[in-house]
């Protein structure tokens, strides 16, 4: 079985430079320019006043479907 060479260790004759990280600052955040609108004139909106109320139909229950006659008697008599 191959034996892996050692892991060197540094050698105190060779210095790495320390280097302070670089911190950008990111560019201010402006808001995007809003166009500018004309006021809605107050007679452009309806009068909720004037307008009816609305009601909404009343809820009604779905028919019940008649039963056939004599059903729930035939199935007695097959389980008897």
């Known amino acids: 079985m191959p034996v892996a060479p050692p892991l060197l260790a540094p050698s105190p004759e060779v210095a790495v430079p320390e280097v302070a990280p ?8 402006e808001p995007p ?29 779905p028919p019940v479907p008649e039963e056939r006659p004599g059903i729930l008697q035939r199935i007695r008599d097959r389980l008897s």
């Open 22 to 29: 670089v911190v950008e600052e990111p560019p201010a955040w």
């Open 33 to 61: 320019p809003v166009p500018e609108q004309e006021p809605i004139a107050e007679a452009a909106l309806p009068d909720p006043a004037a307008a009816p109320p609305v009601i909404p139909p009343p809820v009604v229950a």
